[in-house]
Nanobody
Framework: QVQLVESGGGLVQPGGSLRLSCVAS????????TGWYRQAPGKQREWVAT???????NYADSVKGRFTISRHNANKKMYLQMKSLQPEDTAVYYC???????????????WGQGTQVTVSS
């Protein structure tokens, strides 16, 4: 199995910054595309950003220019640098990774438990 653990969430004032981290562990053979999603209260989970194992990135329009996704393949870590945060960015942020295991060559998607980001004055 793959375990994803997010960290770095918290309370920040509007205009502030946070950096989320996600570390993967388990019998991982290879990690493919990784991404960040978020879910605000009363809303469906939405895609925020993805990064391929080649480093190609994509962002939702709502965060483009403010958020930066990155990853360190050797350490199996992924990051989301968030700047100019606004109250509408308040949500639980989830890390997602598509990976194969040594025991299972089929790529499967895995989720972390989430980290709360609250933007409020």
């Amino acid at each position: 199995q793959v375990q994803l653990v997010e960290s770095g969430g918290g309370l920040v004032q509007p205009g502030g910054s946070l950096r989320l981290s996600c570390v993967a562990s388990g019998s991982i053979f290879r990690i493919y595309t990784t991404g960040w999603y978020r879910q605000a209260p009363g809303k469906q989970r939405e895609w925020v950003a993805t990064i391929s194992n080649e480093g190609n990135t994509n962002y939702a329009d709502s965060v483009k220019g403010r958020f930066t996704i990155s990853r360190h393949n050797a350490n199996k870590k992924m990051y989301l640098q968030m700047k100019s945060l606004q109250p509408e960015d308040t949500a639980v942020y989830y890390c997602n990774a598509k990976a194969t295991l040594y025991s299972d060559p089929m790529p499967r998607g895995y989720w972390g438990q989430g980290t709360q980001v609250t933007v409020s004055s």
